[in-house]
């Protein structure tokens, strides 16, 4: 059973396996911490397995599969947001490159800016056409480094990417997960978010 803490040779294999499969979690440095829940809250969902961020028997048969996920498209580079399963895909060269946990629209209404929202994430094929460097804060908190997509919806970074819908209608992921598709120019101006 590894969990948050847990250091060692296993965590080592684990995201050895991980990494290797797609799921990122950052540098393999033997040492359980956040990014590499991150990346078993993904494994496990990708798996429809319960999604407690902990590697126990069931997790680590999954994990020793070494499958690469699947995306719905691979004709093209684009980013792919799974909404049944939470997860999001940069996919590149006809693969999935990197697997995900996101955090989409918790689907309860909302009231800012005056009026009432629904709080969902929509569906459908968007281009990015918005980047606001940096935190960008609002009404419904701090978003990290936002590429907008759809109206005032974006794919941003959060310090708080549970495994459940919980946004307003935005997709989280890590800042340090938004860091790295921003820094290899997986998303930004131009590019498509495909939402399903």
């Known amino acids: 059973m590894l969990r948050v803490g847990s250091t060692g040779t296993a965590v080592r294999d684990l995201q050895s396996k991980l990494s290797g499969a797609g799921f990122w979690l950052g540098s393999v440095d033997g040492s359980f911490g956040s990014l590499t829940q991150q990346a078993v809250y993904a494994i496990q969902k990708y798996h429809r397995l319960s999604r407690d961020g902990v590697c126990g028997p069931i997790t680590w048969g999954k994990v020793n599969l070494r499958r690469r996920p699947v995306a719905r498209s691979t004709s093209y580079s684009h980013i792919e947001i799974e909404k049944s399963r939470q997860l999001c895909y940069v996919v590149s060269g006809g693969r999935v490159q990197f697997c995900f946990n996101t955090s989409t629209g918790s689907n309860k209404p909302f009231y800012a800016w005056g009026k009432w929202y629904n709080g969902q994430t929509p569906s459908g094929t968007f281009k990015c056409y918005r980047y606001v460097p940096g935190w960008y804060n609002n009404a419904l908190g701090a978003l990290y480094r936002p590429v907008f997509f759809n109206g005032g919806i974006a794919l941003h970074g959060s310090t708080s990417i549970p495994p459940y819908p919980a946004s307003?209608?935005?997709?989280?992921?890590?800042?340090?997960?938004?860091?790295?598709?921003?820094?290899?120019?997986d998303l930004g101006i131009g590019r498509t978010v495909v939402v399903y």
């Not at 209608?169 to 340090?176: E, I, Q």
Request: aromatic share 0%; proline share 0%.
């Open 168 to 185: 307003h209608g935005c997709c989280r992921l890590s800042t340090r997960a938004q860091d790295l598709i921003l820094g290899r120019g």
